[in-house]
């Protein structure tokens, strides 16, 4: 089949749609990408035999109206693009990633035409909204948001999204009487690999006292400040190293690093830029233990990071916070803590630090959590939607 994924993120550095765009490639689909162009990146080239098409646009944070304008400009000029692509290289489908959600109404003409539209969920939009603007449920915004939640997936073919906990939510909120195909944001094992941890090690001048990594985005949701005040509580009997690798909102990563610099931590934290894919194992591999900083909000209560799920696949024990979607997949396989409360969470650090026994057994059972989600059975759904697709076309 030919098909167009379109995404308002980076290609190919959007995990997510990068591993869904290699199994359709790997399945023998022609694929395009068009997508947001970051610094340096070309207008237009070939990623391993993916034509990829950038927008000229990069998403910036703000407040209610760069999002507006962001959001709106992405479509109109991606709007374009596609059915210029869509004159050269008839699609069959296009697959449209949120957020945002109306974003899928780029491809109207194409279905006029027969064009099969999946709309893929990553987030809630209606509670990325209001998490973002930090709004109550009965916001005007948030109303609009559920309107236009509604009319995308109403409008799309198929509905694809990212855990079942959104499923449920999503299920219940649109009254949908077809079925939403869940598809995990869980790494491929079989590229994860874990280097040479001990010459890393000793490139971070880190010691043989416990150590925290944390390899991903940086900005308020992550809530790496809980994480830090947590480990200085613990300073005086625990000797914690702190490792913080990622990329995200400068001003947040400034107040994180002001935060370091005058909490009284027995080791000094070091901060990495982005690590590539590739090295995010080895990296979280240096962890004695694997911390989900959370704060708590609507977005959040429905997220599952794909963190998690790495942390599994490099079997460290976890201190996960109690929010609906990772206390739904987890349970008691983890140990738990209040978001927002460092002193919750230093006592779940101490509890795996303190129990190599337990520690153990939640590795066990997290891995058993990642084997019943691997993204080879993901794949497998993702693939079984499209050849559904391509069955009811002949």
Known sequence: MRICHLVYAYFPADPRVRREVDALIA????????CLRGDAEAVTESVEGIRVTRVPLQ???GGRVRYAFQYVLFFLLSSILLLGLHRRRRFQVVHVHSLPDFQVFC????????????LDLHEAFPEIVAARFHLESGSPLIRLAMVVERLSIQFADRVITVNDTIKDLLTERCRM???IVVVMNTPDNRVL???????????????SDPAIVYVGGINPERDLGT???????????????VVIAGYGDPEYIRSIRDLAAILPLANKVVFLPRIPPEEVLTHLALSSLGVVSYEENPLTQVAIPTKVFEYAAARRPM????????MALFGDQAEAYDPGDATSLASAIERILGNPIRAAEVVEKASSILKKHSWQLMQARL??????????AS
């Open 59 to 61: 998403a910036r944070r």
């Open 27 to 34: 399945a023998g689909h022609e694929v395009n990408v068009i």
């Open 193 to 207: 690999r874990i280097g040479d941890v001990a010459a890393l090690r000793a490139r971070l001048r880190l010691n």
């Open 227 to 241: 994480l830090l005040r947590a480990v200085s509580m613990l300073h005086e009997h625990l000797r914690i190293q």
């Open 319 to 326: 201190a996960i916070p109690r929010l609906r979607a990772l």
């Open 107 to 118: 491809t109207w003409l194409l279905k006029l035409r027969h064009v099969r539209v999946i």
């Open 177 to 179: 009487t077809s079925e």
């Open 383 to 392: 693939l079984s939607l499209y050849s559904g697709l391509e069955e009811a």
